[in-house]
């Protein structure tokens, strides 16, 4: 389970959160939306280990993972589908596997 305690994060001057407290427990789906500059990406930074809280604590289990696509893209003339779809090397493994049966 993802667990945030009061956890304060800002960015510069900008408070994102300010004593957020939330539990997501195993198998439940959660949908993050907001304007840009809200937080979002940070929030993910944050739960990555890129950023840090400026105060409270959060809890991720250590043998979780979790999968993120960055905002850019760089440029190519593949959709963003087929993009992160490449990156999948087990799905591209078998997908070779069926096409050459």
Do not use: C
């Not at 930074?45 to 809280?53: I, K, P, Q, R």
């Not at 779809?85 to 078998?94: C, F, K, P, R, Y």
């Amino acid at each position: 389970m993802i667990t945030l305690k009061n956890v304060t994060l800002r960015r510069s001057a900008k408070v994102l959160l300010d004593g957020a407290t939330v539990t997501i427990n195993p198998g439940e789906k959660v949908g993050l939306v907001g304007r840009n500059g809200a937080g979002k990406s940070s929030l993910f930074a944050l739960l990555n280990g890129g950023l840090h809280e400026d105060a409270g604590e959060y809890y991720i289990p250590t043998q979780w993972r979790m999968g993120q696509v960055s905002q850019d893209m760089p440029e190519t003339d593949q959709s963003a589908t087929d993009f992160v779809i490449e990156g999948d090397t087990v799905l591209l493994d078998a997908r070779a596997e069926v096409a050459a049966a």
